[in-house]
T-cell receptor, first 114, second 114 residues
Framework: DSGVTQTPKHLITATGQRVTLRCSPR?????VYWYQQSLDQGLQFLIQ???????AKGNILERFSAQQFPDLHSELNLSSLELGDSALYFC?????????????FGEGSWLTVV | GENVEQHPSTLSVQEGDSAVIKCTYS??????FPWYKQELGKRPQLIID?????GEKKDQRIAVTLNKTAKHFSLHITETQPEDSAVYFC?????????????FGTGTRLLVSP
């Protein structure tokens, strides 16, 4: 158990819908990351927050948004869902925000868009 | 931006043999190189990492080597066991103050046969 908690574990939804994925980082970790894993794209960095502030963006679609709350939990919002958004979404956390801080992954949220 | 290539995509070995996975990176400034192991349907787990000021690091049966001049790093697993079967991802991150953007390789599926 990495200490990073994600909900829901599985989610099936229809195209055009909106979903919210939730993440609680490890105790003491201030940095939260979101990654998308699909068969053809591997592990793709989406976004990083540190202590409530957005720090870096990767290949995150405009239909996707995220935030980190004062209690440090984070949510990833996916809207106008398309079939291609079906993937495993990982939340991860680390103590600090800079390179070299060990990143711990949660168990992921499986999203299936039908 | 950083780009990481990983080879081979699949690797089959007999129990007790050694396995080597190789990665190359494009950004010569990258200074942190973690390796993650991901079992089917599970989260990526850090197994070893190396920083650019070190050429080699060992942890029991696992070792990582880094060649900064050639911009490549390798994972070595000795005395492989069936439980080593998984997908292994290398990653690199350029030195950026205030954020960490891990760029992953495409993964190597290791199968260890008894």
């Amino acid at each position: 158990d990495s200490g990073v908690t994600q909900t829901p574990k599985h989610l099936i939804t229809a195209t055009g819908q909106r979903v919210t994925l939730r993440c609680s980082p490890r105790s003491g970790d201030l940095s939260v990351y979101w990654y998308q894993q699909s068969l053809d794209q591997g592990l793709q960095f989406l976004i990083q927050y540190y202590n409530g502030e957005e720090r870096a963006k990767g290949n995150i679609l405009e239909r996707f948004s995220a935030q980190q709350f004062p209690d440090l939990h984070s949510e990833l919002n996916l809207s106008s869902l398309e079939l291609g958004d079906s993937a495993l979404y990982f939340c991860a956390s680390s103590v600090g925000e800079s390179p070299g801080n060990t990143i711990y992954f949660g168990e992921g949220s499986w999203l299936t868009v039908v | 931006g950083e780009n990481v290539e990983q080879h081979p995509s699949t690797l089959s070995v007999q129990e007790g043999d050694s396995a080597v996975i190789k990665c190359t990176y494009s950004d010569s400034a990258s200074n942190y190189f973690p390796w993650y192991k991901q079992e089917l349907g599970k989260r990526p787990q850090l197994i070893i990492d190396i920083r650019s000021n070190v050429g080699e690091k060992k942890d029991q049966r696992i070792a990582v080597t880094l060649n900064k001049t050639a911009k490549h790093f390798s994972l070595h697993i000795t005395e492989t066991q069936p439980e080593d079967s998984a997908v292994y991802f290398c990653a690199a991150t350029p030195p950026r103050r205030g954020f960490q953007k891990l760029v992953f390789g495409t993964g190597t599926r290791l199968l260890v046969s008894p």
